[in-house]
């Protein structure tokens, strides 16, 4: 009777685990989450650009620059340590796949006082001394384990591409910092070589009024002029101020002190990358790359919620040895060989609740990766956008400071003949200095967005970042 309830048993395990050859597998997703554009609105046909772009600014400063925050950036450490957790947790996930041993050992000693019949005492001393091993394993008849650490292993590829996005996002900010810093140098360059002029030109006009060649209002609109050019001046100060500022925490450094920004002139236009088309967003972005493999890494929660809801086998073995001699420890033994199967009776809908839960976070994280390649095609197009209109606008900008300097020669040599008063010339001289401190600002503005555009269409000079993690 009892080898037949033995036989019975085994032929069961045998059952679920052939069972457990139809594993609950995530659904079949198409590979763009919506539907894309066969090509940007506006694009080009230029060769790629180089991995590490900035480099192509030829400036061993800003190299130096980007090369420090990509490994002291607050944002990148945490990223690092976000991915040494996931790393962990991925092993975690692994090791349940294994067998769990453990070991145990003792000494146990007592002493005993017995009374005997001829009012005597004896006394008597026991030591036990035992060691044992302790082993268990839960065969994986679903899939359930292996779909943990199949999620878990996703999740630790989707940090490593937050990582990557991590440092391609701070690269872009030092070198548009440091863009704005250049710029905001440029510009309070011209304005003091304004503020200098206008100086010599109150000075001039001063000499004039006092040899009666202009009067008394023409000397109030320069010194106008010059108390108008000297405020423009503090505020373009501060925000260079403001911009070192920022630039340091982009380092991972505290305070300005440490950043050097020595380069004085703007650098010239790097080249337009290839923009491809919008499906290259998915393997080239990637913060795109990790919306996806958090999907996937969901899809595989539900497979594993799912097949909790299934019976559980676990195999265990003990085996203990034991004696009053250590000499024997090992002649005594007594080993056990177990199987056990638990399964879900009754838990008030606890499982499936947890398999909903799990289906409502997988079409959570549908919608986060369509809106994230949404997203990154838009910014895309408004970085392409940007490129053909500024070019436009700076070229328009160049034309109408052509026209103001000839307005302001036309405006100087009517004064000086007596055919035009001193407000139409130094209104003129007034729009040309304004239109020089914007042209230079514009031409920053078209050069950030080239940054943008090498940002938004990502690539793959990071791969190698993560490598060692």
Partial sequence: MESIMIRSAFSFITVLILAGCSLFQPQVRPDAPIDLPERYSLYTVEEPGPGRWWEAFGSDELNLLVDTAIAGNFDVRSAWARLKQADAVARQ?????KPDVEYNAGAEKSWRQTKTDGSGIERSNDETLSAGLTAAYELDLWGRLAALRQSETLELEAS?????????????????????????????????????????????????????????????????????????LPPLQLEEQVQRNALAVLLGLAGSGNVAVDQSTLPELIALPAAGVPADILAARPDVRAAGLRLKSN?????????????????????????????????NWVATLAASITGPIFDGGYRAAEVDKTR??????????????????????????????????????????????ASMKASRLQYLNGQANYLDYLSAWTNVQSLERQLVDEKATRIKNRVTLYRTLGGDWTRNLAGDA
């Fill in 360 to 405: 409502a976070e997988a079409e959570e994280a549908m919608t986060a990766y369509a809106q994230t390649v949404a997203e990154a095609i838009q910014e895309v197009e408004d970085s392409l956008a940007t490129e053909t209109r500024q070019a436009e606008y700076i070229t328009l900008l160049e034309e109408e400071l052509g026209a103001s300097l």
């Fill in 93 to 97: 996930a692994g090791a349940d796949l």
């Fill in 160 to 232: 490593r591409e937050d990582l990557d996005a991590a440092v391609v996002t701070i690269a872009a900010e030092v070198v548009t910092t440091w863009i704005d810093i250049l710029s905001l140098r440029r510009q309070i360059d011209i304005l003091n070589e304004q503020i200098d002029l206008n100086r010599r030109m109150l000075k001039l006009q001063v000499l004039r009024f006092a040899n009666g060649q202009s009067d008394a209002l023409e000397v109030a609109q320069q010194k106008e002029a010059l108390a108008q050019a000297k405020a423009n």
């Fill in 299 to 331: 899809d595989w929660q539900v497979s594993a919620a799912r097949a909790d809801r299934l019976p559980s086998l676990t195999l265990s073995a003990d085996a203990v040895f034991s004696s009053d001699s250590l000499d024997l420890l090992f002649s």
